[in-house]
């Protein structure tokens, strides 16, 4: 079960993933840099891809804020890559298949669908400034409302 998701003022949760290339990354390797971390359901599906392509749409402007995107969903790297690949993503997406990042950060919980409960990941997005503390969080949102959420708390 989730715990309660973070909000702004809290100490982001250290975490070691798998990225789309088998490489491990780590949250405290983006230090003196501002992450925009954000949990999505799964790889190419309509609303994940609504939220990553608004990702990349506004790449730039994230990066003039000092700030890295990090996508983080319970896929796996060949899924990652290719969703990666087929949507020009410019940044890093993360495997978190046993959930226990999205779990720390309050994000993996009960969801319902078409009539069924089940476990998932809940959309969200946390802005990290450069010392690793949470100055924005939004949880349970919607994909078109994640971007400009988020360029707002980068912004801000």
């Not at 702004?8 to 230090?31: K, S, Y």
């Not at 990349?56 to 402007?61: E, T």
Request: aromatic share 8%.
């Amino acid at each position: 079960m989730a715990e309660t998701p973070l909000k702004a003022g809290d100490p982001a949760p250290d975490f070691e993933l798998t990225n789309e290339n088998g490489e491990t990354v780590r949250l405290a390797d983006f230090r003196g840099r501002r992450v925009l971390l954000y949990f999505y359901p799964k790889d190419d599906t309509s609303g994940c891809t609504t939220q990553a392509c608004g990702f990349r749409d506004n790449y730039p402007a994230i990066v003039e804020q000092n700030a890295v995107v990090l996508g983080i969903s319970p896929d796996g790297v060949t899924s990652h890559q290719k969703f990666k690949t087929k949507h020009d993503l410019p940044f890093t997406l993360l495997v978190d298949d046993q959930h226990t990042v999205a779990t720390a950060y309050g994000v993996w919980g009960e969801k319902k669908m078409y009539g069924k409960t089940y476990m998932g990941i809940i959309r969200s997005h946390f802005v990290i400034d450069e010392e690793g503390k949470i100055v924005a969080a939004q949880v349970n949102v919607k994909p078109k409302d994640s971007v400009p959420q988020a360029l707002a708390a980068l912004g801000s």
